[in-house]
């Protein structure tokens, strides 16, 4: 019997059924087909994709040596050059080939020690400008995002315009890239979206804006913190401001510095005695130990650190008084090691410590002069 034969049997027997079963046999072929075609579609692009990537990983090696070879050797190529010769190692230069391209260029922008003015030999070449102005129109926020993030690695200023219309989008993730990409990117008014940041910063978020500031401040345009620190009303946000200003060292804020120790979140006041140590204010002493005992733990613990940062040789008796009147076992160990570091004089106070104390405070000492051995 034939197959088609056997097929217009199956359909004068169907058409002896019941409607409803009808209607049951000939949706349940529909759905078989359909499911028989996607898996044989998903198999063919899942074979191709895993095809394309091996041969992608496969190049990756000889990608990266012309990279580098164009970067920092002192030949010179022309754009001709590098298009055919990145063409001979992938094949037909496609969408997947030039973000291959651009990936291996972020990772040795990332990885390398050397510095070179090259990458745009590269990324004229290649085309990525009008690559980059793809993945800014696709409708993938993954790739809009991933854009940010190449754009900024590999400095592209250019882009500002294009992540500026994601600044507002209602995508709270793809508005955060955006906003913090323009802080890096923008040469004309980076920081115009310091005022709107929302919600508590995470520490990852932390980490972006870090990154951000430092391009910003290693083109020399990183400006004072002290108007965000005065009057946002974001205290996540201040306190990382407070943080970077002295990692970067900014001067010129020490009033502001100084009025955020009577701010009512602790957590302010904290980072803001830290700033101050690490900023070496040292006419603040005075202060800090006059709020000592007003201050909750956080805040102590910061004085304490603030103080022997400064190591002025002038509140040895009063690191001394504070060991003990502390009961926490930790703030005593912390104020031990601000006393064992606290100059010569400090050594020696620390020393008539250990002869005078007795019972848990003893242990305590001795621990801070010899973490690594146990007493009992």
């Not at 074979?47 to 070879?69: A, C, G, H, S, V």
């Not at 290649?126 to 793809?134: D, N």
């Not at 508005?175 to 005022?195: G, I, K, Q, V």
């Not at 002069?369 to 009992?376: A, S």
């Amino acid at each position: 019997m034939s197959f088609v034969e056997w097929f217009l049997t199956f359909v004068y027997r169907i058409k002896t059924y019941p409607l409803i079963i009808q209607i049951t046999i000939v949706l349940t072929l529909i759905f078989l087909v359909i499911t028989i075609c996607t898996v044989i579609i998903v198999y063919i692009i899942r074979k191709r994709y895993n095809k394309q990537q091996r041969k992608i990983q496969e190049n990756t090696p000889k990608t990266r040596m012309l990279f580098e070879d164009v970067l920092f050797n002192d030949k010179n190529y022309s754009a001709e050059e590098i298009f055919n010769r990145f063409e001979d190692i992938l094949g037909e230069i496609n969408e997947e080939n030039l973000d291959f391209g651009l990936d291996v260029l972020v990772q040795i922008k990332n990885e390398s020690e050397y510095e070179s003015n090259n990458y745009d030999e590269i990324i004229n070449a290649l085309g990525l400008i009008e690559h980059l102005e793809e993945k800014f129109r696709s409708r993938s926020n993954s790739k809009v995002i991933d854009a940010f993030q190449q754009a900024f690695v590999l400095e592209l200023s250019k882009f500002d315009a294009q992540i500026l219309q994601y600044a507002y989008s209602r995508n709270k993730k793809l508005r955060n890239e955006a906003r913090n990409s323009y802080l890096a990117l923008s040469a004309t008014d980076p920081y115009r979206f310091f005022n709107e940041i929302e919600g508590t910063l995470t520490k990852w978020d932390e980490i972006e804006l870090l990154q951000y500031l430092k391009l910003q401040n290693e083109r020399g345009n990183l400006e004072g913190l002290g108007k965000w620190i005065n009057y946002s009303k974001n205290k996540s946000l201040v306190i990382f401001l407070v943080k970077m200003v002295g990692h970067f060292k900014q001067k010129g804020i020490d009033d502001i510095l100084i009025e955020k120790l009577d701010d009512e979140d602790a957590m302010v006041r904290s980072v803001s005695i830290d700033t101050i140590g690490i900023l070496n204010l040292k006419q603040i002493e005075p202060t800090l130990i006059e709020r000592y005992y007003t201050e909750p733990e956080i805040c102590q613990v910061a004085i304490i650190k603030t103080i022997q940062k400064f190591n002025t040789g002038l509140s040895l008796s009063f690191l001394q008084q504070a060991f003990d009147d502390s009961n926490n076992t930790d703030t005593k160990k912390i104020i031990a090691e601000a006393i064992l570091n606290y100059s010569y004089e400090g050594r020696v106070a620390f020393q008539n410590l250990k002869t005078t104390l007795k019972g848990f405070d003893q242990t305590i000492l001795q621990h801070v002069e010899t973490p690594l051995i146990k007493f009992k």
